[in-house]
Protein backbone atom coordinates (compact mmCIF):
# COMPACT_ATOMS: atom_id res chain seq x y z
CA UNK A 1 0.00 0.00 0.00
CA UNK A 2 0.96 3.47 -0.57
CA UNK A 3 3.29 5.05 2.27
CA UNK A 4 3.14 8.51 4.19
CA UNK A 5 6.27 9.74 5.75
CA UNK A 6 6.20 13.14 7.65
CA UNK A 7 9.52 14.92 8.57
CA UNK A 8 10.49 15.85 11.28
CA UNK A 9 9.31 13.84 13.30
CA UNK A 10 9.41 16.31 16.63
CA UNK A 11 9.93 20.00 16.36
CA UNK A 12 10.06 22.65 19.13
CA UNK A 13 9.84 26.17 18.42
CA UNK A 14 9.86 29.87 20.00
CA UNK A 15 7.00 31.71 20.12
CA UNK A 16 7.18 33.85 16.86
CA UNK A 17 9.27 31.21 14.54
CA UNK A 18 8.34 30.20 11.33
CA UNK A 19 8.37 26.42 10.47
CA UNK A 20 7.93 24.24 7.36
CA UNK A 21 6.54 20.83 7.89
CA UNK A 22 7.01 17.70 5.15
CA UNK A 23 5.11 14.86 3.79
CA UNK A 24 6.65 12.68 1.32
CA UNK A 25 4.24 9.56 -0.46
CA UNK A 26 4.78 6.92 -2.52
CA UNK A 27 2.23 6.90 -5.04
CA UNK A 28 0.04 8.96 -7.02
CA UNK A 29 -2.91 10.46 -4.93
CA UNK A 30 -6.57 11.54 -5.46
CA UNK A 31 -6.72 13.52 -2.02
CA UNK A 32 -4.29 14.86 0.24
CA UNK A 33 -4.92 16.40 3.83
CA UNK A 34 -3.25 18.04 6.46
CA UNK A 35 -4.81 17.93 10.09
CA UNK A 36 -3.95 19.43 13.64
CA UNK A 37 -4.66 17.27 16.80
CA UNK A 38 -4.98 18.99 19.76
CA UNK A 39 -3.69 17.78 22.81
CA UNK A 40 -7.49 16.34 23.85
CA UNK A 41 -6.93 13.76 20.51
CA UNK A 42 -9.59 15.98 17.96
CA UNK A 43 -8.34 16.00 14.76
CA UNK A 44 -9.13 19.58 12.47
CA UNK A 45 -8.97 19.43 9.30
CA UNK A 46 -6.37 22.65 7.82
CA UNK A 47 -6.44 22.21 4.13
CA UNK A 48 -7.69 19.88 1.31
CA UNK A 49 -4.73 20.16 -1.31
CA UNK A 50 -4.07 17.38 -3.60
CA UNK A 51 -2.52 19.63 -5.62
CA UNK A 52 -1.27 23.74 -5.98
CA UNK A 53 -1.02 26.09 -2.88
CA UNK A 54 -3.51 27.21 -0.67
CA UNK A 55 -3.71 29.81 2.40
CA UNK A 56 -5.63 30.29 5.72
CA UNK A 57 -4.18 32.58 7.80
CA UNK A 58 -1.24 31.86 9.09
CA UNK A 59 -1.16 28.41 7.53
CA UNK A 60 -0.53 27.57 4.01
CA UNK A 61 0.45 24.40 1.99
CA UNK A 62 1.84 23.27 -0.77
CA UNK A 63 1.44 19.87 -2.94
CA UNK A 64 3.82 19.58 -5.59
CA UNK A 65 1.75 16.15 -7.12
CA UNK A 66 4.25 15.16 -9.81
CA UNK A 67 7.19 14.55 -6.80
CA UNK A 68 5.07 13.41 -4.80
CA UNK A 69 5.46 15.67 -1.89
CA UNK A 70 3.45 18.25 0.33
CA UNK A 71 4.57 20.88 2.66
CA UNK A 72 2.59 22.99 5.22
CA UNK A 73 4.06 26.37 6.12
CA UNK A 74 3.34 27.95 9.55
CA UNK A 75 3.98 31.34 10.08
CA UNK A 76 4.50 33.59 12.80
CA UNK A 77 3.77 30.46 15.59
CA UNK A 78 2.03 30.40 18.41
CA UNK A 79 1.52 28.09 21.79
CA UNK A 80 -1.83 27.02 20.06
CA UNK A 81 -0.34 25.70 16.94
CA UNK A 82 1.16 22.84 19.35
CA UNK A 83 0.07 19.68 18.99
CA UNK A 84 0.60 16.70 16.41
CA UNK A 85 0.19 17.68 12.80
CA UNK A 86 -0.57 14.67 10.14
CA UNK A 87 -0.62 14.51 6.37
CA UNK A 88 -3.61 11.98 5.15
CA UNK A 89 -3.81 11.07 1.21
CA UNK A 90 -6.02 8.76 -0.42
CA UNK A 91 -5.67 6.89 -3.61
CA UNK A 92 -8.75 5.25 -4.86
CA UNK A 93 -11.85 6.97 -6.49
CA UNK A 94 -15.63 5.83 -4.58
CA UNK A 95 -14.99 6.72 -0.79
CA UNK A 96 -12.30 7.65 1.31
CA UNK A 97 -10.11 5.49 2.79
CA UNK A 98 -6.99 8.11 4.16
CA UNK A 99 -3.72 6.74 5.29
CA UNK A 100 -2.11 9.10 7.77
CA UNK A 101 1.46 9.20 8.13
CA UNK A 102 3.46 8.98 11.19
CA UNK A 103 2.59 12.66 12.19
CA UNK A 104 5.08 16.01 13.13
CA UNK A 105 4.67 16.78 17.05
CA UNK A 106 5.24 20.37 17.34
CA UNK A 107 5.76 22.59 20.51
CA UNK A 108 6.01 26.37 20.58
CA UNK A 109 7.10 27.64 23.59
CA UNK A 110 6.17 31.05 25.12
CA UNK B 1 -16.19 22.74 16.36
CA UNK B 2 -16.77 20.05 14.09
CA UNK B 3 -20.42 18.83 14.36
CA UNK B 4 -19.63 15.44 14.71
CA UNK B 5 -20.03 14.08 18.23
CA UNK B 6 -18.59 10.43 19.67
CA UNK B 7 -19.88 8.53 23.19
CA UNK B 8 -18.36 7.39 25.58
CA UNK B 9 -15.46 9.78 25.59
CA UNK B 10 -13.19 7.19 27.82
CA UNK B 11 -14.10 3.71 28.75
CA UNK B 12 -12.44 0.50 30.45
CA UNK B 13 -13.22 -2.73 29.44
CA UNK B 14 -12.08 -6.16 30.06
CA UNK B 15 -10.33 -8.61 27.90
CA UNK B 16 -12.93 -10.42 25.75
CA UNK B 17 -15.86 -7.76 26.67
CA UNK B 18 -17.83 -6.19 23.76
CA UNK B 19 -17.94 -2.53 23.38
CA UNK B 20 -20.26 -0.18 21.52
CA UNK B 21 -18.67 3.25 20.36
CA UNK B 22 -21.03 5.75 19.06
CA UNK B 23 -21.28 8.55 16.17
CA UNK B 24 -23.35 11.45 15.77
CA UNK B 25 -22.61 13.27 12.25
CA UNK B 26 -23.39 16.89 10.48
CA UNK B 27 -27.22 16.56 9.09
CA UNK B 28 -26.81 15.26 5.22
CA UNK B 29 -23.39 13.75 5.90
CA UNK B 30 -24.06 10.75 4.63
CA UNK B 31 -20.39 8.92 4.54
CA UNK B 32 -18.98 7.89 7.82
CA UNK B 33 -15.46 6.37 8.70
CA UNK B 34 -14.26 5.22 11.55
CA UNK B 35 -10.55 5.20 12.81
CA UNK B 36 -8.31 4.00 15.27
CA UNK B 37 -5.15 5.52 16.71
CA UNK B 38 -2.51 3.62 19.15
CA UNK B 39 -0.68 6.29 21.15
CA UNK B 40 1.97 7.49 19.24
CA UNK B 41 0.94 6.65 15.69
CA UNK B 42 -1.11 8.02 12.91
CA UNK B 43 -5.07 7.47 12.70
CA UNK B 44 -5.47 3.59 10.71
CA UNK B 45 -8.66 3.62 8.42
CA UNK B 46 -11.36 0.69 9.69
CA UNK B 47 -14.27 0.85 7.58
CA UNK B 48 -16.63 3.45 5.38
CA UNK B 49 -20.19 3.30 5.59
CA UNK B 50 -22.21 4.79 2.68
CA UNK B 51 -25.86 5.35 2.71
CA UNK B 52 -25.93 2.86 5.63
CA UNK B 53 -24.06 0.11 3.59
CA UNK B 54 -20.40 -0.72 4.31
CA UNK B 55 -18.27 0.67 1.17
CA UNK B 56 -14.84 -0.26 1.81
CA UNK B 57 -12.74 -1.78 4.94
CA UNK B 58 -9.32 -1.66 6.26
CA UNK B 59 -6.90 -4.25 7.42
CA UNK B 60 -8.95 -5.11 10.49
CA UNK B 61 -10.90 -8.76 11.29
CA UNK B 62 -14.25 -9.12 11.36
CA UNK B 63 -14.82 -8.88 14.82
CA UNK B 64 -14.81 -5.28 14.41
CA UNK B 65 -18.33 -4.07 12.43
CA UNK B 66 -20.60 -1.22 11.94
CA UNK B 67 -23.74 0.40 11.24
CA UNK B 68 -24.73 3.47 9.83
CA UNK B 69 -28.54 4.80 10.54
CA UNK B 70 -30.38 7.36 8.65
CA UNK B 71 -30.70 9.79 11.30
CA UNK B 72 -27.19 10.16 10.23
CA UNK B 73 -25.51 8.46 13.64
CA UNK B 74 -23.30 5.69 13.68
CA UNK B 75 -21.72 2.81 15.70
CA UNK B 76 -18.41 0.91 15.73
CA UNK B 77 -19.08 -2.59 17.80
CA UNK B 78 -15.54 -5.03 18.68
CA UNK B 79 -16.25 -8.21 19.94
CA UNK B 80 -13.67 -10.27 21.93
CA UNK B 81 -11.78 -7.63 23.06
CA UNK B 82 -7.89 -7.89 23.18
CA UNK B 83 -5.46 -5.91 25.29
CA UNK B 84 -4.27 -4.28 21.67
CA UNK B 85 -7.42 -2.97 20.99
CA UNK B 86 -6.78 0.05 23.67
CA UNK B 87 -6.83 3.07 21.05
CA UNK B 88 -8.38 6.47 20.41
CA UNK B 89 -11.74 5.50 18.50
CA UNK B 90 -11.92 8.40 15.66
CA UNK B 91 -15.41 9.10 13.72
CA UNK B 92 -14.51 11.49 10.63
CA UNK B 93 -18.10 12.71 8.12
CA UNK B 94 -18.68 14.19 5.16
CA UNK B 95 -20.88 14.84 2.21
CA UNK B 96 -20.49 11.77 -0.09
CA UNK B 97 -17.13 11.58 -0.86
CA UNK B 98 -16.34 15.13 -0.49
CA UNK B 99 -13.10 16.59 -0.07
CA UNK B 100 -13.60 17.81 3.76
CA UNK B 101 -13.96 15.19 6.24
CA UNK B 102 -14.80 16.25 9.80
CA UNK B 103 -13.45 14.15 12.93
CA UNK B 104 -15.42 14.11 16.31
CA UNK B 105 -13.41 14.04 19.46
CA UNK B 106 -12.73 10.48 19.66
CA UNK B 107 -13.81 7.58 22.45
CA UNK B 108 -10.21 6.51 24.22
CA UNK B 109 -10.88 2.63 25.10
CA UNK B 110 -8.82 1.21 27.41
CA UNK B 111 -8.54 -2.61 27.60
CA UNK B 112 -7.31 -4.52 30.52
Same mark, same amino acid.
Request: one cysteine or more.
Given at each position: GIQVEQ???DLI???? &?????????????NNLQWFHQNPWGQLINLFY?????KQNG??? &??TVATERYSLLYISSSQTTDSGVYFCAVERGTGFQKLVF????RLLVSP | ????????THLIKTRGQQVTLRCSSQSGHNTVSWYQQALGQGPQFIFQYYREEENGRGNFPPRFSGLQFPNYSSELNVNALELDDSA???CASSWDSGNTIYFGEGSWLTVV
Open positions: SPPLQEG &ANSTLRCNFSDSVIPSGTRLS &ATGTGT | ETGVTQSPLYL
